[in-house]
């Protein structure tokens, strides 16, 4: 018998994601022009000025990017700029929402339709975020139980997201 999860790229991408962490705790620490190189490439330059700046060719650094260590700081960085966006995205969101609630009063009725309009996919926008985020927080928990399941060598617990087949080979 096998697993099938239901979304295969979910599979894929965290059977991609232990590979990548498996390979980078085998690997050597980035040196220091390597994670500057890991910054200005986050920051956006283009991997020509991220040579340049670093006085290394743009083929050392398709080398260096190859390197698991090197992906995985980068995914890491990513995450981390990510995280900044989104506070930033949220003080915006603050007063976008007091504009919008400032037009709701406006005189002209086509301004406060489309104020209502912006409320409302705004409100629907925030439940399908929340929806998403829970979701990742169950699917982050599973992931933990099975890693740590697998670890200890325990027995997996029955697997509830994802259907059992025979499979045809036994």
Known sequence: MIAVAEDQSSKIRYD???QLLNQVQRSKPLTAKQKK???LLCAGLSPLCVADSLGITTHGL???????AFKWAVSDEMQIDADLHGVRLK?????ALDRVDKLLD??????R????RLAFEAEQN???VIEEQEMLKSLETRMEQLANAAIHGAPMNEIHDAEIIEDSDH
Request: charged share 30%; glycine share 4%.
């Open 91 to 95: 003080a915006l969101y603050g007063k």
């Open 106 to 111: 406006d005189k002209n009725p086509h301004i």
């Open 62 to 68: 398709a080398r260096w990017r190859k390197l698991p």
């Open 126 to 128: 925030i439940a399908r």
């Open 37 to 39: 190189a890991v910054e």
């Open 16 to 18: 991609r994601s232990n």
């Open 113 to 116: 339709l489309q104020a209502c």
